[in-house]
């Protein structure tokens, strides 16, 4: 395993659309738990798509820190979408800003898990944001292209 560079806005690789995966084969596997480790590292990360570590192909992985664990998703698709909602939003490769997102509040996602099997979700609340902005990554939309406010975020540390 190993952690991956965090690319940053300005990154071109941020803005391109990324392939779909074809074969879930040993470097599939080795992304998944390579994003998962480089999850794990940030300070306040709850998600990360492939191409915000360089990766051109169409995997998210989620973990909202709520115990409900590690959320694997290749070629994860947005069903439906119901409601709107303004949300407060931060990515790990714009870290020094924050901003508000008009996002649905209901979503439905199909994705493929990394054992292969086909998987639906339907949720409201956190979960249902993230995918919204991580499946953006995979179109190469970052949260400030959509975003209605951007504020400076005050220092950490
Ligand atoms: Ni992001």
């Not at 959320?71 to 790990?92: A, M, R």
Request: charged share 30%; net charge negative.
């Amino acid at each position: 395993m190993a952690v991956l560079e965090i690319h940053k806005a300005g990154d071109p690789v941020l803005k391109k659309v990324c392939e779909p995966v074809k074969r879930i084969d040993k470097k599939v596997k080795r992304i998944l738990k390579d994003m998962a480790e480089t999850l794990y590292k940030t300070k306040n990360g709850i998600g990360l798509a492939a191409p915000q570590v360089g990766i051109l192909q169409r995997i998210v992985v989620i973990d909202l820190q709520d115990g409900n664990g590690l959320l694997e998703l290749i070629n994860p698709v947005i069903t439906k979408k119901e409601g709107s909602q303004v949300v407060g939003e931060g990515c790990l490769s714009v870290p020094n800003f924050e901003g508000e997102v008009e996002r649905a509040v209901y979503v439905e996602c199909e994705y493929t898990d990394a054992s292969g099997k086909k998987q639906f979700i339907a949720t409201e609340g956190l979960l249902a944001i993230c995918l919204q902005h991580e499946t953006d990554h995979l179109d190469g939309i970052l949260f400030t292209d959509k975003a209605v406010t951007i504020t400076l975020k005050a220092p950490e540390d």
